[in-house]
């Protein structure tokens, strides 16, 4: 299994940016998969689910969106009116069991990739 993000980069409050993360080694279309990120200092935070349906974290609720390309074993993340607070490392993961959504319980995870959020 291998799950490689890409996307991060700098960006000004209020703008946008989409992550990627590149899938490969499962039967991708039937697990889960997550966001995760980490803020400079602080411990994991969960942002994002997606099976059959999508589940948000209240922080970004109606700014983000989750989606998955199951024919390019590709999941994003679409993150819109990006704060200050959004900044960190920004991981996917893959969910444990096949077919559910089980928060917190993931097998694999990406490198992550750097989102930045400054003026």
């Known amino acids: 299994v291998q799950l490689v993000e890409s996307g991060g980069g700098l960006v000004q409050p209020g703008g946008s940016l989409t992550l990627s993360c590149a899938a490969s080694?499962?039967?991708?279309?039937?697990?889960?998969m997550s966001w995760i990120r980490q803020a400079p200092g602080k411990g994991l935070e969960w942002v994002s689910d997606?099976?059959?349906?999508?589940y948000y974290s209240d922080s970004v609720k109606g700014r983000f969106i989750i989606s998955r390309d199951n024919e390019k074993n590709t999941l994003y993340l679409q993150m819109n009116n990006l704060k200050p607070e959004d900044a960190g490392v920004y991981f996917c993961?893959?969910?444990?069991?096949?077919?559910?959504?089980?928060?917190?319980?993931?097998?694999?995870w990406g490198q992550g990739t750097q989102v930045t959020v400054s003026s």
């Open positions: 993961a893959k969910g444990r069991f096949e077919g559910i959504v089980i928060r917190n319980e993931y097998d694999y």
């Open positions: 080694g499962f039967a991708f279309r039937t697990y889960s």
């Open positions: 997606i099976n059959k349906s999508r």
